[in-house]
């Protein structure tokens, strides 16, 4: 049972100090990211294991390849720390923002480039161009945190992902005083007691343990003013329109158990639209590893997972990079998929696609928590792998009949994942530099029109995520009866108003996309989240070391 006192207290202690942290200024906040920063750097080492520890990672065990790995999610925090140190560092100076690099119009839509923001990332991403698309018709304007209404905010964290980024975009964007419910799969309470030690010493947030009585207790408390959480829309329904038996009819009613202001990441189906162009046989090998990597990602449970191929029937070389995903699925070191339920959803999908190829890794399975891929090649527009999140490895191929040209492709692959495809957080376009030159407008069109919160284009899609200051989200206009991929913004350090997307543009190849994971690999994220943290060339020489010459 949920400690009703204990929740009460907390509560009310922090609605007391609501107004004064919305009031406090740019340059006192600036000093809690610094200290904030510091503690990170202090608790690096046991914030990765414990991510490591959850997963079974262990240095003797099985899946010795994987320790280290996780060590990204650390980083991820720590670009989105060092953005706000960045924007509230501009605040306290000059009372303003920092501008973007650039803007422009893409009809009708303002377009800001963002990224990369100076030498480092220069270094770091060659020729990797970030950008923030505004919704159609909005006009460019940043809104400063003391702009934002004074409150408590609940975040209910996410149970695949240890990076506590909804904290920051609570605290330090909206300017609320927060409660950090961390998800019961990976009770997060130690670490984050601390690493977000600054905060709570001063009382601007707490952190409380529990399971669904405790985050029932605090979702209706009468002083908690919103709520964000990362998961699934079966707990989000839940939430806003009661148990399962009850939905139905509230919804059709309009009858809301919650009416406060919820947002909500909740995955997708995320495509990856490959474009038909003469691909070498490098480039060729380089995706499909990406694809794999992607795939393969956190053992299949990863909101931004690629889940849906989608091809041009007539491509030449489309059976050939086919082939070689599944190759490097197949000779790919083993993930755990580890997230509970991940073997039902699993056996459903087999029951689905009896028909299913089975993907296993090279060696078989060393554990009973290693799930093999399910590839489903030339699946129909209405199937399951179209329609649901499978949240564990499983992947389609969607074919289209577009006769091997690409502007018709493009047009006809956005259209098919804006209409026909589940949710809209994260998705990938691929197309090879020379089929680029020839066809510019019409991918310039394809990326405008691509309803989709987070767009890859050479690099997927879900890399947007780890690259501050980009946007990650659903695209705007999912109801909250048929929610999707949810509703809300985080990581949006220059705060921008009406942010609608992120596009991140790669070159074609590059050392810096996904590929499956291997001890050097963990190494490389390891050092990279720990380069993150505080960037600078000390750091950046180790990363490079292992990224180009594993040492």
Request: aromatic share 8%.
């Amino acid at each position: 049972m949920a400690d009703i006192n204990l929740v009460n207290d907390s509560v009310a202690k922090l609605a007391a100090k609501k107004q004064e942290w919305h009031d406090l200024g740019y340059a006192e906040k600036l000093v809690v990211l610094s200290e904030l920063r510091i503690a990170a750097e202090q608790n690096f080492h046991e914030w990765a294991q414990l991510s490591d520890r959850l997963r079974g990672y262990e240095p003797n065990g099985p899946f010795a390849h994987c320790v280290g790995s996780t060590a990204y999610f650390v980083g991820q925090y720590g670009n989105v720390l060092n953005g706000l140190i960045t924007s509230f560092g501009e605040l306290a100076r000059t009372a303003s923002l920092p501008a973007p690099r650039s803007v422009r119009t893409v009809e009708g839509q303002q377009v800001a480039t963002v990224f990369p923001n100076g030498f480092l990332d220069k270094v770091m991403y060659p020729d990797f161009v970030g950008e923030i698309w505004l919704e159609p018709g909005a006009q460019l304007q940043q809104s400063a945190p003391q702009q934002q209404a004074a409150g408590v905010a609940l975040v209910l964290g996410a149970g695949n992902y240890e990076a506590m980024l909804e904290v920051l975009q609570k605290a330090f964007i909206d300017n609320k005083v927060v409660v950090f419910k961390p998800n019961p799969v990976n009770d997060l309470s130690a670490v984050a007691g601390k690493v977000f030690a600054p905060l709570i010493r001063r009382g601007y947030l707490a952190v409380l343990s529990g399971g669904a009585d405790v985050g029932a207790a605090l979702v209706n408390h009468e002083s908690v003013d919103e709520l964000i959480m990362t998961g699934g829309c079966a707990t989000y329904d839940r939430i806003v329109w009661g148990p399962p038996d009850q939905q139905a009819a509230n919804k059709q009613n309009g009858s809301k158990q919650l009416t406060k202001h919820f947002e909500a990441e909740l995955g997708a189906v995320s495509p990856y639209i490959v474009v038909p162009g003469k691909w070498t046989s490098a480039e060729l090998e380089h995706h499909a590893a990406q694809v794999a990597g992607g795939k393969l990602d956190n053992g299949g449970h990863f909101c931004a997972s690629p889940q849906l191929l989608v091809t041009d029937r007539s491509w030449p070389q489309r059976d050939e990079f086919l082939q070689r995903v599944r190759a490097q699925i197949r000779t790919a070191l083993p993930r755990p998929s580890y997230y509970p339920g991940a073997r039902q959803r699993h056996d459903t999908l087999k029951a689905a696609y009896p028909d299913a190829e089975v993907l296993s890794p090279a060696g078989g399975l060393p554990s009973e928590s290693v799930l093999p891929v399910l590839f489903v090649p030339n699946a129909q527009p209405e199937s399951v792998l179209v329609k649901e999140e499978a949240f564990c490895p499983a992947m389609a191929e969607m074919p289209l009949d577009t006769n091997n040209d690409p502007a018709s492709f493009l047009t006809a692959a956005v259209e098919f994942v804006n209409e026909r495809v589940f949710g809209s957080l994260s998705g990938t376009i691929l197309i090879d530099p020379r089929t680029e030159k020839l066809h510019k407008a019409a991918l310039e069109n394809a990326i405008s029109r691509m309803k989709y919160g987070a767009i890859g284009v050479n690099v997927w899609g879900g890399f947007v995520c780890g690259v501050a200051p980009l946007i990650w989200g659903a695209y705007p206009g999912h109801a909250d009866h048929d929610i999707q991929s949810g509703i809300g913004k985080i990581n949006n350090t220059l705060m921008f108003d009406r942010a609608a997307k992120s596009v991140l543009r790669s070159p074609f190849v590059s050392p810096a996309h996904t590929k499956p994971l291997d001890a050097n690999m963990s190494k490389v994220m390891s050092r990279l989240a720990w380069f993150n943290l505080r960037p600078g060339i000390r750091r950046l020489v180790p990363v490079a070391g292992a990224m180009y010459i594993g040492i």
